[in-house]
């Protein structure tokens, strides 16, 4: 299929799509290369297809998301790749499209932005059991990424995204409230998140920050705007890559990995954080607010294993938390005394009926422990902070495929 690449209103390159996979088969005439993709690069007039099937494939549906292969049996799907065509590409978190050629669409009639969506593959992708013959498959669930199970909804004219907890605990729900508690106390911009119950099942809620006229650009895609040296941390690659796109990205890399040590947090890879920038200007408007931080307080693990601390892994720029910390460069805006009521805040993020059968008193006791003695360990660090940071060094960085398998989550 021949289709036209979109960024918002602006054509960007013509492609051809296969049929049968969903890949693209073929690139043509280039009409707008500065709004290709972010690290697709451009040589000789042709755009790099390898690079933009990577981006392409990117904004599918992982095949590891709970419950995927029975909502594709449902749906009569053989890929999730292919139900990007099936909504022409579009997406709540940035403003690229596809427009097959010869069809006259235009954006401002078909954004999911200003319009409402099926609710079809959203229910489906949550597990519910549809009795059609023929689905409404405009819904930008298609482009979601994510191996929990999710939803996008229409509440109170606001998009909103709603996503699940892995078994056995469901825990992410719960700590994504928790984790936007502690940062509303360190005034770090995040997004807020809430629980909500569905058929006794814990959820998070939280609306889109991106809007009908600015995009999310993962910190993945701001990688390959530069080539990394082999002398240069993971870190400092990241912070050079953002700084020759004029946003000083220190001060929220040190929000981030502060909090991201105080949760716990196991599963900040490249593509929950980033950029955000003005779509048709292609004006960089600074750091991403924090979101998804689910994965986080031993989501996954035993109690004693969360009390322990021993195998919390790191991401995105270390493999330790406690290493990751050395990057930080001030710690003078953290006001402690405003995490006196942690244990409090876990808590009563737990403090539901219908929790228990998740969430025993026991794991609740050993998130606030190992918790409130991370804090005590941070306020210790802080106090002792000598101003000087480690973001050149590569010791402990993360492995160079790491970033790499972010594609196929």
């Not at 119950?197 to 530069?226: H, K, N």
């Not at 716990?264 to 003005?278: I, Q, S, Y």
């Not at 693990?301 to 990057?327: A, D």
Request: hydrophobic fraction near 35%; proline fraction near 4%.
């Amino acid at each position: 299929m021949r289709c036209t690449l979109m960024h918002k209103r602006i054509p960007v390159v013509e492609l051809e799509l296969d049929d049968a996979t969903g890949f693209i088969s073929g690139l043509y005439e280039v009409y707008a290369p500065e709004h290709l993709p972010v690290g697709v690069p451009v040589k000789k007039g042709m755009a790099d297809r390898s690079a933009l099937n990577a981006w392409w494939m990117d904004r599918s549906i992982p095949g590891s998301r709970s419950g995927i292969r029975e909502a594709l049996e449902q749906l009569d799907i053989t890929d999730t790749k292919l139900l990007l065509v099936r909504c022409y590409g579009l997406s709540l978190s940035d403003q690229y499209w596809i427009c097959p050629v010869g069809m006259d669409l235009k954006w401002e009639d078909i954004n999911f932005f200003d319009h409402a969506f099926s609710d079809d593959i959203g229910d489906i992708l949550l597990g519910s059991k549809k009795e059609k013959v023929e689905f409404d498959f405009s819904s930008p669930d298609n482009t979601s990424d994510g191996c929990l199970k999710k939803r996008w909804k229409i509440l109170n004219g606001q998009r909103c995204l709603i996503k699940g907890g892995s078994n056995p605990f469901r825990q992410q729900p719960f700590n994504e409230v928790i984790a936007s508690g502690i940062m509303n106390r360190l005034g770090i911009e995040h997004i807020p998140y809430e629980l909500v119950w569905d058929e006794e099942m814990p959820y998070s809620i939280c609306r889109d920050f991106v809007t009908r006229d600015t995009e999310l650009i993962g910190a993945w895609r701001i990688f390959q705007t530069q080539k990394k040296a082999n002398s240069v941390s993971v870190y400092q690659h990241y912070v050079d890559c953002c700084a020759e796109l004029g946003i000083d990205i220190i001060p929220a890399m040190n929000r981030m990995i502060v909090v991201d040590y105080i949760i716990a947090n196991e599963d900040r890879h490249l593509n929950n954080f980033g950029l955000v920038r003005e779509a048709e200007s292609l004006k960089w408007l600074g750091a991403a607010p924090i979101f998804d931080s689910g994965s986080s307080f031993g989501y996954d693990k035993l109690p004693f294993e969360i009390l322990s601390g021993k195998h919390i892994t790191c991401k995105p720029f270390k493999n330790h938390h406690e290493e990751q910390l050395k990057l930080v460069s001030s710690f003078e805006w953290i006001e402690f005394e405003k995490l006196k009521d942690a244990g409090e805040l876990i808590r009563s993020a737990f403090d539901d009926e219908r929790a228990v059968q998740f969430i025993n008193e026991k794991r609740v006791d050993s998130i606030v422990t190992s918790t409130e003695k991370r804090i005590r360990i941070l306020e210790e660090y802080a106090l002792h902070f000598n101003g000087k940071s480690a973001t050149m060094s590569t010791e402990d960085d993360v492995k160079k495929n790491t970033a790499e398998n972010y594609l196929n989550r």
